[in-house]
């Protein structure tokens, strides 16, 4: 059982920057592949960016946060990180994160074990 918990999010104008973060509970953490995701109203939810489990040597971006966002992870830490520089008022959206139970990420949002609550990041234009 993972437990996660996003915190970073908030109010910033567009080309500014803000890092979010997501802390786990429990001991096994770098056995998770872990994933961002969004959901701006109306809209379902997306697919943003994923690491692999262990060293996170292996990530991969929704095409469009390639060059602007990127997702880290301290196992030392349990937490993972998305920092995103250059936003853009679409990226408005409650940003989740997401584990699973494996060595290897996914893009699907079915492939994913545990969620956390979100955090809102508002990209003012």
């Known amino acids: 059982q993972v437990q996660l918990v996003e915190s970073g999010g908030g109010l910033v104008q567009a080309g500014g920057s803000l890092r979010l973060s997501c802390a786990a509970s429990g001991r096994t953490f770098s056995r998770y592949a872990m994933g961002w995701f969004r959901q701006a109203p109306g809209k379902e939810r997306e697919f943003v960016a994923a690491i692999n489990w262990s060293s996170g040597d292996s990530t991969y971006y929704t095409d469009s946060v390639k060059g602007r966002f990127t997702i880290s992870r301290d196992n030392a830490k349990n937490t993972m990180y998305l920092q995103m520089n250059s936003l853009k008022p679409e990226d408005t959206a409650v940003y989740y994160c997401?584990?699973?139970?494996?060595?290897?990420?996914?893009?699907?949002?079915?492939?994913?074990?545990?969620w956390g609550q979100g955090t809102q990041v508002t990209v003012s234009s």
């Open positions: 997401a584990a699973r139970n494996s060595a290897i990420w996914r893009i699907n949002a079915s492939g994913y074990d545990y």
